[in-house]
């Protein structure tokens, strides 16, 4: 109803800039528009910035329909109708993930807590890898030298597992770890196969004001805060 937000454009622009290839649109809201027409124009007015941004405009999936309606169960066409259109253009327009297997496991911590009579519980999605019950493992990042554990449980959706591959979001249970010991943003990692560092070298491109970014300029040791897997950390910049 509102028409297409600034962050809308930003959106776009950053999955562009990750590498982000197939997206699919939902047009919300759909229930306080009364004339056909103008839906007509919102979803041209939409392929038309999708093709200014590198996307396949012509082609991208673009789903009609009010999320309120399938909430509260009226509406059906553009209600859970929409909903179930908008699932299956995810189905098939995006394709699944090429899962990197045979590196070694590692997973970034989202999340941590404690079970009683059983440890400390680390969630996170395994980016690369696999993990088996009774591979020795490192928490890595934040400390000054690595925490060497033992994996002794998998969980995944309530389910005991064997093992955790790519792609998995999971909980790993780590024998010897106090909740302390480890923070959303380190990582999990297969014992000896990554350290940690205190300086990198980067490739940035910097949003314009009119993309959203900035409004003035930055120099040498300007600080800002930089995301990076399930961590935020203050850095300092040197050119």
């Not at 027409?37 to 007015?45: K, T």
């Not at 997973?107 to 696999?130: A, L, P, W, Y």
């Amino acid at each position: 109803s509102d028409g297409q937000m600034p962050q809308t454009r930003e959106h776009l622009l950053l999955a562009r800039q990750v590498g982000v290839q197939h997206i699919v649109v939902f047009v919300n809201k759909v229930d306080t528009i009364d004339d056909p027409e103008m839906l007509e124009l919102v979803e041209m007015e939409m392929r038309e910035l999708l093709s200014t941004y590198g996307f396949d405009g012509d082609n991208v999936p673009v789903v009609m329909g009010s999320a309120l309606c399938a909430l509260e169960g009226r509406e059906e066409e553009i209600g859970v109708k929409a909903i179930d259109k908008l699932l299956a253009a995810v189905d098939e327009y995006i394709p699944t993930p090429q899962r990197d297997l045979e590196k070694p496991f590692l997973m970034g911590v989202e999340d941590v807590f404690s079970i009683s009579g059983r440890g400390t519980v680390v969630t996170g999605r395994v980016e690369r890898g696999n993990l088996k019950k009774g591979d020795e493992v490192e928490i890595v990042g934040l400390n000054k030298t690595p925490l060497k554990t033992t994996v002794t449980g998998i969980e995944m959706f309530k389910k005991e597992l064997d093992q955790a591959m790519a792609g998995d979001n999971c909980g790993i249970l780590l024998r010897g770890i106090k909740r302390d010991d480890i923070k959303r943003g380190m990582v999990i990692a297969k014992t000896g196969t990554i350290s940690a560092h205190t300086k990198f070298l980067a490739s940035m491109y910097i949003l314009t004001k009119e993309e959203g970014g900035r409004h003035s300029g930055f120099g040498e040791h300007y600080r800002p805060q930089l995301f990076i897997r399930t961590g935020d950390v203050t850095v300092v910049l040197t050119f």
